[in-house]
C-alpha cells in the first residue's frame, strides 16, 4: 500500500465551485505539504503544516486554504476554482529535521486538476 | 524570479554512457540541496542529497556535485540505463526557509537503448 494517498487523482471542475483534495499517510510523519506543479515551473509550496495544530503559507496560498484534521490527514480546498488552478497537485510528507540535517520529503502520486 | 534553474528541458544520451544534469542557484543562503525523480503519472521520488559543507556525494551509479563559488551542482548518472528516463528535479533548501523546498523547472531525461 502506498504511504501516501491522494483523492481524487483527476478531477474536472467548472469555474467557482468549491474544490477539496484530500492526501493521507502512513508514515508517522508530522510535516505535511501541498505543492502545485505547473508547465515549466516546477513544484510551488501552496501550504504547509508541522503538526495538527500549525498551519503555514507558502510561495502560492492565494485563493487555496487547507485544513490538518488529524495527523495523517491534510487536505487542500479551492473555494472557488479560477482556471489558472488548473494543474498537477502533490501532497508531501517529512519527519522533523534536526538541527543541522534534513529529511527528504515524500510525495503523493498527484492529483491532476483542470477548471473549465 | 526563480531562485533555483534548470535551464536545459531536455536531455538525451545513450545508454551506458554518462547523464549529466545541471542546476544553478541564486540564493546564497541555501546549504542543503537534493535531487528528485519523477516518473508520468506518479509523485517525485527522493533520490540523492548534498549539504553545503561538501563538494561531491555519491550513491551508486548517481553522484551530486557541488561548487558553492559557482552556485552551480550537477547529477551525474553512470552508466545510464533506460529505467532512468524520467524528469529530475533539483531542490534546495535551508534552515531560515524552515527548511522548506524551492524547486527548479525540471529536465526530461531520455536514455536511448
Known amino acids: 500500500d502506498a504511504d501516501v494517498t491522494q483523492t481524487p487523482r483527476n478531477r474536472i471542475t467548472k469555474t467557482g465551485k468549491r474544490i477539496m483534495l484530500e492526501c493521507s499517510q502512513t508514515k508517522g510523519h508530522d510535516r505535511m505539504y501541498w505543492y502545485r506543479q505547473d508547465p515549466g515551473l516546477g513544484l510551488r509550496l501552496i501550504y504547509y503544516?508541522?503538526?495538527?495544530?500549525?498551519?503555514n503559507k507558502g510561495e502560492i496560498s492565494d485563493g487555496y486554504s487547507v485544513s490538518r484534521q488529524a495527523q495523517a490527514k491534510f487536505s487542500l480546498s479551492l473555494e472557488s476554482a479560477i482556471p489558472n488552478q488548473t494543474a498537477l497537485y502533490f501532497c508531501?510528507?517529512?519527519?522533523?529535521?534536526?538541527?543541522?540535517?534534513?529529511?527528504?520529503?515524500?510525495f503523493g502520486p498527484g492529483t491532476r486538476l483542470t477548471v473549465l | 524570479d526563480q531562485q533555483v534553474k534548470q535551464n536545459s528541458p531536455s536531455l538525451s544520451v545513450q545508454e551506458g554512457r554518462i547523464s549529466i544534469l545541471n542546476c544553478d542557484y541564486t540564493n546564497s543562503m541555501f546549504d542543503y540541496f537534493l535531487w528528485y525523480k519523477k516518473y508520468p503519472a506518479e509523485g517525485p521520488t527522493f533520490l540523492i542529497s548534498?549539504?553545503?559543507?561538501?563538494d561531491k556525494n555519491e550513491d551508486g551509479r548517481f553522484t551530486v556535485f557541488l561548487n558553492k563559488s559557482a552556485k552551480h551542482l550537477s547529477l551525474h548518472i553512470v552508466p545510464s540505463q533506460p529505467g532512468d528516463s524520467a524528469v529530475y528535479f533539483c531542490?534546495?533548501?535551508?534552515?531560515?526557509?524552515?527548511?522548506?523546498?524551492?524547486f527548479g523547472s525540471g529536465t526530461q531525461l531520455t536514455v536511448l537503448p
Open positions: 548534498i549539504s553545503s559543507i561538501k
Open positions: 531542490a534546495a533548501t535551508y534552515s531560515g526557509s524552515a527548511r522548506q523546498l524551492t
Open positions: 508531501a510528507t517529512s519527519d522533523d529535521n534536526r538541527a543541522g540535517s534534513y529529511n527528504e520529503q515524500f
Open positions: 503544516s508541522f503538526d495538527v495544530k500549525d498551519i
